[in-house]
């Protein structure tokens, strides 16, 4: 019995970590880019996550959050946990959530330097 316990538990369990990777619910029909001041960066799975601080039309200051995929992905496209520091100013173009919540699924970003960096795809 408690073989059959443990076994049934092992396969919720693998069910819930499947079930919780989601796709990002995004709109893709328009492109959206923010500039903004990194706040914070998680360089961890299962998505690359980077707080930013947008000024809005109105001057007021917008809490971003900017992302993209898993570090092997990132790793792929040239990117390492040491790309990106707070402070620094950035430009991020990708997909908004379709709710309109300021969250964006990144395709690239403009680093301080200028360089266009990819973050899906090559």
């Known amino acids: 019995m408690r073989s059959l316990l443990l076994a049934g538990a092992v396969v919720v369990a693998g069910a819930a970590s499947l ?11 328009k492109e959206v880019t923010v500039t903004g001041t990194v706040r914070g960066y998680n360089w961890g799975n299962p998505h690359v996550m980077v707080d930013l601080d947008v ?3 109105d001057g007021r200051i917008e809490k971003w959050q900017v992302g993209g995929p898993s570090t092997n992905r990132m790793e792929a496209n040239g990117w390492h946990k040491t790309s990106l520091k707070v402070g620094d100013t950035i430009t991020g173009s990708g997909y908004q ?3 309109g919540e300021k969250v964006l699924r990144l395709q690239r970003i403009t680093m301080p330097d200028g360089k266009v960096m990819l973050l899906y795809g090559r």
Do not use: E, G, I, Q
Request: hydrophobic share 40%; no cysteine; glycine share 0%.
């Open 19 to 29: 079930s919780a990777h989601h796709s990002w619910p995004v709109d893709f029909s």
């Open 97 to 99: 959530f379709s709710n």
């Open 55 to 57: 000024v809005s039309a």
